[in-house]
């Protein structure tokens, strides 16, 4: 049902399911006790802590070979996993080197920066198209011998699918340790192949969750895995008081999402065809990105041939309509998006971009409120 107002910035976050919602209310009622304590309820506290991890590695395909971690969320997980695969390169553990995407998320691209030696950064560019060449992928991993690679799932602003499945596989044949920043797929694309990745990061919030609670897959055999030091929580993996609360409730999040995504993906997607269907007969001159190649259901990204995206963006919020300019955590800064950069595009089309994420649940009638307003918000801007 189509309510005044429609938000179509998913990729930035989500509300939270209604059972998240009430599994978090239940824990922090009647079990929001310390699960380090001694006492019977603290290990009431440990039990919930323990059965959101089940739930969660059931849902994931995990077992014994890998350990799931709770973090704060994706920013402090991809942080974790680089600064340790840097410490591991420092110490000669494995080679020195990192192979990273050329389009990845600001929380894998600057910790990369901020833990490697420049010189020790290969980037695997993305094409025209937003992927990863996966015949570059593997020369890199031949030729420049890196120690460890790091490649995302789907991207944030565009919802272009990277060959991480390939790009897992190719790691391990060349026995190079691979990360996955696998935020955007939950709700919106299948999770099969997951466990291939022997780290992988997801955020709660960007799939029905709450904010400020992910999960960390750590390989059970990779015993020097450190990421947050001080107390022995988690295992001493990741310190900080556990928040079960938030575990219950990605739990419950992620239950949720396994049992819908098979109708969402297929409604969000017919939806999204029939508001690009409209663009490009509304719009002449429009540019929808990714078009030719897999992406996620939920995402159009679009270059407009005018108006500048914070015109846009303000018209649309008039129309009903909350989209959003790119990635949310690089609202606040100035020049174009570092994606479409990568993928060949100008400054000047990049500040004509436009990012609608629709929920997943999404179907026609809300791309076509979508697709109503755009065609509102051209009127303005288009000046015949
Ligand atoms: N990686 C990707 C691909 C994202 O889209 C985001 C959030 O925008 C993050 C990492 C950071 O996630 P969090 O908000 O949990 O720190």
Redesign the pocket.
Known sequence: MVTEKIYFDA???TPMHQRALAAWNRVETECWYNPSSPFREGGRARRVLREARETLAGILGEGEEARLVF????????NMVLRWAAEQSARGVHRPGLLVGGA?????RESALAYWPEAEIFVCPVQRDGRVDLREWERLLAGEKPGFATL??????TGILQPWQEAARLCAEAGVGYHC????LPGKASLEGLPQCPFY?L????FGGP????VLRVPTRENSFHGQRGGEQEGGVRSGTEAPALAAAMAEALTEVREKWETWAPESGEGRALFEEVLRQTIPGVQILGEGVPRLTNTSFVIFPQGDQLRWVRLLDRQGVMASTG???ATAKEGPSHVLAAMGYEAMEARRSVRFSGLPQYGKAEWEFAAKAVAGAWQKISPA
Request: aromatic share 0%; hydrophobic share 35%.
């Open positions: 990729n930035a976050t973090t704060s969320g994706a920013t402090e997980a991809n990845e998320h600001p929380a894998v995302m799932a789907a991207n944030n602003e920043d696998a935020v955007q990061t955020s709660a919030h960007k904010k400020g609670c992910g990635a949310a955590c």
